[in-house]
């Protein structure tokens, strides 16, 4: 059962880059922009910066420009969010409701390491 995805293994990591940078996308629009029903739920700097952070990195990997410097930067951010805001609500992520800034941090990490891949402007160059 190890081979059946394989010849595809390119395609489904740029279908996961693409999503999650979209969906980072739309996190960044959340806290800059007040879109999709986000409201600020932290001082106005660190509101900022991590939004900016969340919309320009989220479309950076999304259409694959820089992904790996983009998706170090976001993964930083999410190790940064996940310890300044969940870590001291308890010992595991389940516990502190840090189980998404945990999980972006490793996908975007995973980017950081693999790039843009296929689907990208990088690829296009």
Known sequence: MTGFLKPHDEKIYA???IV???MFLCHGLQKVFGLFGGAPQMPAPVLWTAGLIEFVGGSLVMVGFRANWAGFLCSGLMAVAYFMAHQSHGLLPI????????????????????GSGIWSVDASR
């Open 95 to 114: 516990e502190n409701r840090g189980e998404l800034a945990a999980l972006y941090s490793f996908v975007f990490l995973l980017i950081a390491v693999k």
């Open 20 to 22: 999650v940078g979209f």
């Open 15 to 17: 279908a996961l880059r």
